[in-house]
């Protein structure tokens, strides 16, 4: 039986050239962008349209605005195209919402489109411009994601790291991706063949206290409040954030990034 292949990158820097052709490429920014994008489309966005750059962002939301029919009436009050990001994790002047994913709720995002640009997470989806498939992951959407990856034959589970440093809760999440797909390998399955980046974030997974199924919510959270991600935003009054992004499967939802036309919706 040929192995399938299960790749974690701990940054994108580390993804060989040419490496993500073939895979189902999963991006990661636990703290915040991934979880914030699963809220925003679980929560009825219609459409995400991820930018690296600010300007690219303000850019985007016009084009998008132009191309949109005129509001039906001049009591709109919710623009139909809303900009969400941050820089540093710090909101963004004249953006409509940061990178919270507590407040990409029903009521703010529903039937909008969001443009969001983040220090790290838009960055690392731009990186895997190419892969076969691009989707988003977070523990909000854990077990979904492993469903859907349970199929591929190579996957690529893409850290994206704090600015250019690796980050403990990016790899916890690629440590329980593989944890969960070599725990649901039947006998009559293929196996999964794993680099040595996995083999570690499996092993960092596996080594917290479990609860039922998982891990316990405080013992991820003990990771978070430790990691460079965590401490930056708990210095930043957003400890909230991470008991949001700590939570395992609060959606049933996978967000994928449409490659030819540069937007994560809901896969049906
Ligand atoms: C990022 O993309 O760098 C993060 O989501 C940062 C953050 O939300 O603070």
């Given at each position: ?198 083999e570690l974030a499996r092993s960092y997974w596996q080594q917290l206290p479990t609860g039922s199924q998982f891990p316990t919510t405080e013992s991820i959270l003990s990771v978070f ?44």
């Amino acid at each position: 039986m040929k192995a399938r292949q299960l790749y974690t990158f701990f940054l994108p820097d580390l993804i060989p050239e040419g490496l993500l052709v073939d895979s189902v490429s999963v991006v990661i920014d636990i703290l915040r962008a991934t979880t914030t994008m699963t809220t925003g489309i679980a929560n009825g966005a219609t459409r995400i349209v991820p930018c690296v750059g600010v300007d690219q962002a303000h850019l985007t939301k016009q084009r998008l605005l132009d191309g949109l029919p005129e509001p039906m009436s001049a009591m709109e009050s919710t623009p139909r195209v809303l900009l969400g990001g941050e820089r540093l994790g710090k909101p963004l002047p004249g953006f409509d919402l940061g990178n919270a994913p507590e407040t990409y709720s029903p009521s703010a995002i529903g039937g909008r489109t969001i443009v969001m640009t983040t220090t790290n997470g838009t960055r690392a989806m731009d990186r895997c411009r190419g892969a076969h498939q691009i989707v988003i992951g977070s523990f909000a959407n854990l077990t979904r994601v492993v469903q859907h990856l349970s199929r591929a034959h190579r996957v690529a589970l893409v850290c994206s790291g704090t600015d250019k440093h690796v980050t403990c809760e990016d790899v916890l999440f690629a440590g329980a991706v593989t944890a969960e797909l070599s725990r649901l390998t039947g006998d009559s399955e293929p196996p999964w063949e794993i680099n040595d980046q996995a083999e570690l974030a499996r092993s960092y997974w596996q080594q917290l206290p479990t609860g039922s199924q998982f891990p316990t919510t405080e013992s991820i959270l003990s990771v978070f409040r430790r990691s460079l991600g965590g401490s930056n935003l708990i210095a930043q009054g957003r400890g909230v954030d991470l008991e949001f992004a700590a939570q395992i499967d609060r959606f049933d939802v996978l967000p994928v990034l449409d490659q030819s036309i540069w937007e994560i919706t809901a896969a049906k």
